[in-house]
T-cell receptor, first 111, second 114 residues
Framework: NAGVTQTPKFRILKIGQSMTLQCAQD?????MYWYRQDPGMGLKLIYY???????DKGEVPNGYNVSRSTTEDFPLRLELAAPSQTSVYFC??????????FGPGTRLTVT | AQSVTQLDSHVSVSEGTPVLLRCNYS??????LFWYVQHPNKGLQLLLK??????LVKGINGFEAEFKKSETSFHLTKPSAHMSDAAEYFC????????????FGAGTRLAVHP
C-alpha cells in the first residue's frame, strides 16, 4: 500500500499563476485533509472532506479550492498564487481511531 | 478555546541522555492527544497517541508520554537519546466529533549531540 501520495514534491510559481496539488490515498479512508506548514510553525488546516462530494473550509481557506469526486483523490487548487502561499502543503487521511496519516508534502514557492 | 503549547522551541541533548519534550494543552472537551515526529524534508509520523485509556502511553522508538489531567500536560520522554531522534516534534490535540479537528503545537526541534 502506498498510503498517502502527493505530487509534485516541489514547485515554483510566479505571482498570479495557478496550479493543482494532487493527493491520493489507497486506504479507503473517508476523511481527508489539506494542511499548510509555514516555517517554524505547526500545521494549519486549509480544507477537509468527510467523503466523496463533501468538502468544507478549515482555518485558512482563502485563496484555495478543493474538490472530492472520489474517495481516493482530494486535489487542492491554488488560483492567483501569492507570495503568502509559499509553504509546505501536507495532505492527510483519518482512520476510525482518529489517527491521521500524512503524505510526504509539497514544497511550494511563489515568487 | 482549545490550544496546545509546546514549552520549548529547541531542546539539545547528548546521545545516551534522557529526552523531555514538554506539552500543555487547553481543552473544554475530553481530548485525544498525539505526538508526531517530522524528520527534515519528510512528512509527519505518529509517535504515540492517548485516547482516554491508560494514562501512560508507549510509542515507537522507545518514546512514551504521560497524560496528566490535573496538570493539563502530555510530556514526551525517552530514557536514552539516539542520533536518529534529531527531528521536529509536534504535540497535537484532537477534538473528536465533527471532522476531528487537529490543533498543532508550534513544534520542538530536538538536537542530539554525540
Amino acid at each position: 500500500n502506498a498510503g498517502v501520495t502527493q505530487t509534485p514534491k516541489f514547485r515554483i510559481l510566479k505571482i498570479g499563476q495557478s496550479m493543482t496539488l494532487q493527493c491520493a490515498q489507497d486506504m479507503n479512508h473517508n476523511y481527508m485533509y489539506w494542511y499548510r506548514q509555514d516555517p517554524g510553525m505547526g500545521l494549519k488546516l486549509i480544507y477537509y472532506s468527510v467523503g466523496a462530494g463533501i468538502t468544507d473550509k478549515g482555518e485558512v481557506p482563502n485563496g484555495y479550492n478543493v474538490s472530492r469526486s472520489t474517495t481516493e483523490d482530494f486535489p487542492l487548487r491554488l488560483e492567483l498564487a501569492a507570495p503568502s502561499q509559499t509553504s509546505v502543503y501536507f495532505c492527510a487521511t483519518r482512520d476510525s481511531t482518529y489517527e491521521q496519516y500524512f503524505g510526504p508534502g509539497t514544497r511550494l514557492t511563489v515568487t | 478555546a482549545q490550544s496546545v503549547t509546546q514549552l520549548d522551541s529547541h531542546v539539545s541533548v547528548s546521545e545516551g541522555t534522557p529526552v523531555l519534550l514538554r506539552c500543555n494543552y487547553s481543552s473544554s472537551y475530553s481530548p485525544s492527544l498525539f505526538w508526531y515526529v517530522q524528520h527534515p524534508n519528510k512528512g509527519l509520523q505518529l509517535l504515540l497517541k492517548y485516547t482516554s485509556a491508560a494514562t501512560l502511553v508507549k510509542g515507537i522508538n522507545g518514546f512514551e508520554a504521560e497524560f496528566k489531567k490535573s496538570e493539563t500536560s502530555f510530556h514526551l520522554t525517552k530514557p536514552s537519546a539516539h542520533m536518529s531522534d534529531a527531528a521536529e516534534y509536534f504535540c497535537v490535540v484532537s477534538l473528536s466529533g465533527g471532522y476531528n479537528k487537529l490543533i498543532f503545537g508550534a513544534g520542538t526541534r530536538l538536537a542530539v549531540h554525540p
